[in-house]
């Protein structure tokens, strides 16, 4: 597959899988043995990360994510993104607190056989832990 097909297919899973939740993209799109290097621990296969992702589905309903940049060379593709949403089920053991959220992170996409092999994941957990009020945030440091 070209640098642009990859590309497209990013484009494609936000969209559709993220923001209008079509979960008939995970078997269409995802290589079998697809794995999430997440920091939270390894999601492994097609059932588990249907299982991450409806944690966060069912945590923040109205989640919207937007694609910040995106930058591809051979079979991988790196983009940055914006998650926004209302916290209105419960998140990592988190009730529902009915406040907005927005997290960001990036993730580097590896392509193999024409299809989405492997993720890498890096995200601001901790902030968006702040916004619902289950860490405190740091005081500002006074001048």
Do not use: C
Not at 64 to 92: C, F, P, S
């Amino acid at each position: 597959m070209s640098i642009e097909q990859n590309k497209a297919i990013v484009s494609r899973w936000v969209e559709e899988f993220w923001n209008q939740q079509n979960l008939a993209l995970i078997d269409e799109i995802m290589a079998p043995n697809y794995i999430l290097h997440n920091p939270d621990g390894p999601v492994q296969g097609r059932e588990a990360f249907r299982q991450f992702a409806a944690g966060f589905q069912t945590a923040i309903p109205d989640l919207h994510v937007t694609v910040e940049t995106m930058i591809a060379e051979g079979d991988k593709v790196v983009w940055r993104y914006l998650l926004r949403g209302t916290h209105t089920g419960d998140l990592l053991g988190i009730p529902a607190t009915g406040l907005p959220v927005a997290l960001t992170g990036i993730i580097i996409s590896r392509f193999a056989g024409g299809m989405w092999g492997e993720d890498w994941q890096n995200n601001d957990l901790l902030g968006m832990l702040q916004q619902i009020g289950a860490v405190p945030a740091p005081e500002p440091s006074g001048s």
